[in-house]
């Protein structure tokens, strides 16, 4: 593992990553054939299957956020990534045996949703530890596994489909889903492999009159703090100066010992002898002692009643004592759980200007990426095309989609480009065509819809990890991409359904398609438009939690001129 970024055995884990998401994604592009089957198999509607894609991004979505928040504190992502992969195994093995289209929002909806979701969020981080200076051709290369996947699985799911029937194809595609376990088991985490000594910085603080001295701050940072928001360099300086404010209020309150003093004479050390071992008179109390006596029951009463009074003070007391403990303990654990969420979860990330526009870009741009990919099969069989030509459509798109997502890698890892402008570029392309469906009706028109989506149709979903990385930085890309599939999860649930009621009321899907339209066409002028100004307020609001950082300091050390010093 010694020097294993951008070499040695991260080629292994970009290697490991291609061929899960051929597996993955592969069969999930070829989804819609399975979709079409589903329909005829189970006499049902577009918009009861649709409920089953809903129901698989609704779990897609939570697992998600909860394994790479949560999962990732109690074990290491290689298992998660082997169960997912049983997992999805399990949910095609069981599609295999419905007795109803309902019994698919269980076997396709939860299982193979979950196993999903832990096994593509978790590949994601781990290759992305492995890559510093190539990252986005790492990630290019990955995605383009699925592109691949989407180039041959469908001519061989279908096939299957024509060879073994419905139940027979998807009992043999959940073997295949099994080969992900050997995936998933070269997917090691990364140790630290940068030499200590070239982690021991000395960062130097230049300031006014300070920095003619030569002051310096000498920082031990590991190899995951090289990017810092400016949440974490804020927090970090408040907390520093408070711990240091407090030693020196301790330092301050403790009283200086006392050098002064003498020795005890001889006469006071027996005076004090005397005193202590003086005998108690005995015999009758003089009379105002016995006056003081007499009056005693008088104020106080029986000696059972003041027994009593303290008794029942006493008994208050330890009540109140304990539910003043019970009161203390209900609000350590409330506060003891709330530290263990945030320190699980870095919701500051989401103050983020930067990160808040790509989660709206994410909402309006996914559902369409996703949802055509889906509606594609059963649209061309509804225009007369043939089980046979709509595999090769799906193939067409595997095959662009590849040959796409390979040259964005070219693009941009020369940096020629800014990353935001091609995606931007794409959503339009895609949103300009999917508005220009009704002309889309025979074979040949399909083949150019098909090479239009395959090229630009994928892109987001392959760059949606280097996006992220760019708002928040590598160390914060597990809990943004969390997020940020929270996001994705809750637009494609809820448009799949109203999608699929849009065909079966209307009788078409072209109103389905200008809806997924006018979301890239949104998602695109969102990008081009809206990405420059979130970054100028996300600049601003950095430079002016830095000044306030800096003015708390500058007021602590002014504190600590002005205070007088202690004998």
């Known amino acids: 593992m010694k020097g294993s970024v951008d070499r040695g055995w991260a080629w292994i884990v970009l290697a490991a990553c291609f061929l899960r998401a051929f597996m993955v994604i592969g069969i999930d592009k070829a989804f819609g054939m399975f979709f079409v089957e589903y329909i005829e198999a189970f006499e049902s509607d577009a918009s009861t299957v649709s409920v089953v894609i809903s129901t698989q991004q609704i779990m897609y979505s939570v697992f998600s956020f909860l394994i ?30 419905a007795p109803n289209v309902q019994f698919l929002f269980l076997s396709q909806g939860v299982l193979f949703g979950i196993g999903h979701a832990a096994s593509a969020g978790p590949s994601v981080v781990v290759l992305n530890s492995y890559f510093d200076k190539r990252r986005g051709l790492a990630n290019s290369l990955a995605n383009s596994g699925g592109s691949l996947g989407g180039l041959l699985l469908p001519l061989i799911i279908q096939a299957l489909l024509e060879t073994y029937g419905l139940q027979g194809a998807q009992i043999v595609v959940s073997g295949m889903l099994l080969n992900i376990v050997v995936f998933g088991a070269l997917l090691r985490p990364l140790t630290n492999t940068v030499p200590q000594d070239k982690l021991n910085l000395e960062v130097k603080v230049e300031e006014d009159d300070e920095s003619k001295n030569g002051n310096h701050i000498k920082t031990n940072l590991n190899q995951e703090d090289m990017y810092f928001s400016a949440d974490d360099i804020s927090r970090k300086l408040n907390q520093s100066e408070k711990e240091k404010n407090e030693n020196e209020r301790l330092l301050i309150e403790l009283p200086p010992p006392n050098t002064h003093y003498r020795k005890r004479t001889f006469s006071e050390n027996l005076h004090e002898y005397r005193v202590s071992t003086v005998p108690h008179q005995t015999g009758s109390p003089d009379s105002a002692d016995t006056s003081k006596f007499a009056n005693l029951s008088a104020i106080y009463g029986s000696l059972a009643d003041v027994s009593s009074s303290v008794q029942s003070v006493c008994l208050a007391k330890n009540v109140e004592v304990t539910k003043r403990e019970i009161e203390d303990d209900e609000t350590k654990t409330e506060t003891c759980f709330s530290k263990y969420i945030l320190s699980v979860i870095n919701f500051k990330i989401l103050r983020n200007h930067h990160l808040k526009l790509l989660y709206l870009l994410g909402f309006l741009a996914i559902f369409s990426a996703r949802l055509q990919l889906a509606y594609i099969p059963p649209y061309a069989r509804d225009c007369g095309i043939s089980g046979r030509e709509i595999s090769y459509l799906v193939t067409i798109i595997g095959t662009c989609d590849f040959f796409g997502r390979f040259g964005v890698a070219l693009i941009i890892d020369s940096k020629r480009v800014k990353l935001s402008s091609i995606i931007s570029t794409s959503l339009f392309i895609m949103g300009v065509t999917c508005m220009c469906n009704s002309f889309i009706h025979d074979f040949h028109t399909f083949i150019a819809y098909c090479v239009i989506y395959g090229l630009f149709g994928g892109l987001y979903n392959s760059v949606v990890a280097l996006l992220l990385v760019d708002a928040v930085g590598p160390k914060n890309l597990s809990t943004a991409l969390a997020f940020v599939l929270q996001v994705h999860g809750v637009s494609t649930s809820a448009m799949a359904p109203i999608l699929g009621y849009i065909r079966d009321s209307t009788g078409s899907y072209t109103g389905s398609f200008y809806i997924m339209g006018v ?3 949104l998602s695109a002028l969102l990008l081009l438009f809206g990405l420059p100004i979130a970054k100028k307020m996300e ?27 202690i004998a």
Not at 545 to 559: M, P, R
């Open 68 to 97: 790479l928040t949560f999962g990732n504190r109690f074990f290491t992502f290689r298992p998660i990534i082997i169960l997912g992969s049983v997992l999805m195994a399990a949910g095609y093995f069981l599609n295999a045996y």
């Open 519 to 521: 979301g890239n066409l």
């Open 539 to 565: 600049l601003r609001r950095q430079q002016r939690c830095l000044s306030e950082t800096t003015k708390t300091d500058q007021s602590a050390e002014t504190i600590k001129t002005d205070q007088p010093a």
